[in-house]
């Protein structure tokens, strides 16, 4: 099949590489230019797992393109998938100006049948927008408009694309199903459902399975906090609670926060659509300040160690990333951290395996960043783990300790143990263990 992709972020390009790697013949476009020189020149702008194979492999194919010019993508093509940016604006709500802008071009150049599909997370309605815009200039015969959403985990997206749990589209035309029908049969051959519903109630999938992992994630870090308190071991609650089948052992790790491109900016996105519609819904309310505290919660830690006096303190900080396998630091609560302990005159020396190029755009010289994990513990006071990278959790433990002043670990992902850790007789402090 003949499709074009609109937006070569994160969902795009793996949205179309993928789609190329089943057989289709896949043009992508970008207003950047330079992005998309970078692009036919090979050159892959994400870290994501699988994805430069993938790429490679389908380039030099010839079934994946780069283009700035949307008319040619679309004329090429059948299906157009928007996967666009759509930022939360000062409110909470989703930005559409760019689903909007490109549906008002795609007005003005679609001459046959096209199946407009929108990729990007949006708020309940979008697709009935789109077609608006659509409707007013074109026979309604020449299109619809389909709500698709993703549900891609950055760090293994690729996987999670060819291999779906589910697929989930929204569309009332039954042409544009047997046209999404045949797109993703090749991906579910395993027996993994594709699901068919109404615009809205695809759209309101989306939000509500970000927004309930969100949840998972703020209650356990409740619970973490309350563990400390009362002397329970964190570890071991999720242990029992993960055993239920009723609850499963997913998204029930504590942590210091979940950050990133998807969780934060939907859950204020469904919040803010709950509240034009005049319900209040308290429990993303709360999901929303539970994860905001958290992020604090790991620099209370060490502010209490050095009796709130880090003036002239060197802080080692192991991982940037808002979670491992990626070079996201959307919304990462390393981020906030660095920034209280700069606040509070520590020195920070950090190291992420993929996203300090990112951070060094934010913090520039005011942050030092080592080459590799160890350079950063050389002459440190303590060592602060913010991203579980797997590097990170058998590390040379005796290496660390003689590079370090102290033997103190402020760990924000519980990624040693305990009885390991008092062995070599570290001043370890994690999240929601005695």
Not at 33 to 56: M, N, Y
Not at 341 to 354: I, N, R
Request: proline share 4%; with cysteine.
């Amino acid at each position: 099949m003949n499709i074009a992709v609109v937006g070569t972020g994160y969902v795009g390009l793996v949205t179309g590489t993928c789609f190329a790697e089943t057989g289709n013949n896949v043009i992508c476009v970008d207003i950047d230019q330079k992005k998309v020189e970078r692009l036919r020149g090979g050159e892959v702008p994400i870290f994501e797992p699988g994805l430069e194979l993938l790429f490679d492999r389908n380039t030099k194919e010839g079934r994946l393109h780069f283009t700035t010019n949307l008319k040619e993508a679309v004329d090429a093509s059948q299906i157009i998938f928007l996967a666009l940016p759509t930022p939360p604006g000062a409110d909470g709500s989703a930005d559409l100006r760019f689903i909007m802008g490109v549906a008002e071009d795609l007005s003005k150049i679609i001459t046959d049948y096209k199946v407009i599909v929108d990729k990007s997370t949006v708020p309940v309605g979008t697709a009935e927008k789109v077609y608006a815009i659509l409707d007013k200039k074109l026979d309604k015969r020449l299109f619809d408009v389909v709500s698709n959403p993703e549900f891609l985990r950055e760090g293994v997206a690729v996987e999670d694309f060819l291999k779906p749990d589910r697929v989930v589209i929204g569309t009332s035309s039954e042409k544009a199903k047997k046209v999404m029908q045949k797109l993703y049969e090749p991906f579910v051959r395993q027996g993994n459902p594709i699901y068919f519903m109404d615009e809205r109630s695809a759209e309101m999938t989306k939000y509500a399975a970000n927004s309930y992992l969100a949840t998972r994630i703020s209650f356990m870090n409740e619970i973490a906090n309350l563990c400390e308190k009362v002397g329970a071991n964190v570890d071991s609650v999720r242990m029992g609670m993960g055993s239920d089948s009723r609850i499963g052992k997913r998204f029930l790790f504590p942590g210091i926060g979940y950050g990133g491109s998807c969780f934060p900016k939907d859950v204020q996105a469904l919040a803010k659509t709950a509240n034009e519609y005049q319900y209040e819904f308290k429990i993303l309310e709360s999901v929303m300040e539970v994860n905001d505290l958290q992020k604090t919660v790991l620099t209370q830690k060490i502010k209490a160690f050095y009796k709130n006096d880090l003036a002239g303190k060197t802080i080692a900080v192991w991982g940037l990333a808002f979670k491992p396998n990626t070079d996201d630091i959307r919304e990462a609560p390393a981020l906030v951290i660095i920034d209280e302990l700069l606040e509070m005159g520590a020195k920070v020396k950090a190291f992420d395996p993929e996203a300090m190029g990112h951070v060094k755009a934010i913090y520039g010289d005011r942050v030092v960043f080592g080459k590799k994990m160890y350079d950063v513990l050389e002459d440190a006071d303590c060592l602060a783990i913010m991203t579980e990278w797997s590097e990170f959790r058998t590390p040379d433990f005796e290496k660390m300790f003689k590079m370090l002043k102290s033997k103190v670990i402020f760990d924000g992902r519980n990624v040693y143990d305990l009885g390991n850790m008092a062995e070599m007789g570290v001043h370890y402090d994690s999240i929601g263990r005695p």
